[in-house]
């Protein structure tokens, strides 16, 4: 009986490390002002992100690409451009552990391909909130306006997003906390 009881106590510390390795943390909710951004339908006439930078700013625009960074604390995100794929998105014998992170690709390439996106208040600020609804390398669409600043930097004024794809990753995946 002993034998039996310790064999199952390791058996859910092993379940349970496992489901934490290959899972992504336990989603927080959005604030109400986050939540008011997901969109309930798929915004068309999207763009990638390179072609939305080649453009120039915009006053309406839909940009579709990857999350390959979330600000913790604000809806703020990177979004990166759907021709550069994710570490080990093409080539599944990378084994990479932090695939969102893009370390396959040069600065120079990933640089080209981001788009800072920012959801803000009414005051200008970034919008606070726990989380996004969100998570990295989710496909996903946005709706804003596109500015340009005096350094040359894009950002996207996000009034909305709609989650495309959410891919399913391999289980060696390291999600941060």
Not at 52 to 67: C, L, M, N
Not at 92 to 115: F, G, Q, V
Not at 130 to 138: E, H, K, N, R
Request: proline share 7%; net charge neutral; aromatic share 6%.
């Amino acid at each position: 009986m002993k034998s039996m009881t310790v064999c199952l106590f390791a058996a859910i510390v092993l379940t349970a490390c496992a489901d934490e390795r290959s899972a992504p943390p336990a989603p927080a909710a959005p604030s109400a002002a986050v939540a008011a951004l997901v969109l309930a339908a798929e915004p068309a006439g999207a763009i990638a992100v390179a072609a939305a930078k080649q453009r120039g700013p915009a006053d309406s625009i839909v940009v579709t690409g990857r999350v390959a960074n979330i600000v913790k604390g604000y809806a703020v995100f990177t979004l990166m451009d759907l021709a550069i794929p994710y570490c080990g998105e093409t080539n599944k014998e990378d084994h990479c552990k932090t695939p969102w992170d893009y370390c396959c690709e040069s600065t120079e390439t990933r640089t080209k391909n981001a788009l800072l996106v920012e959801a803000r208040s009414a005051d200008g600020k970034p919008l606070a909130t726990p989380a996004l609804g969100l998570q990295l390398v989710d496909r996903v669409a946005v709706t804003g306006k596109l500015t340009k600043d005096e350094h040359g930097n894009f950002v996207l004024l996000a009034s909305g997003w709609f989650r495309q794809e959410r891919p399913q990753l391999p289980d060696y995946v390291r999600w941060p906390q």
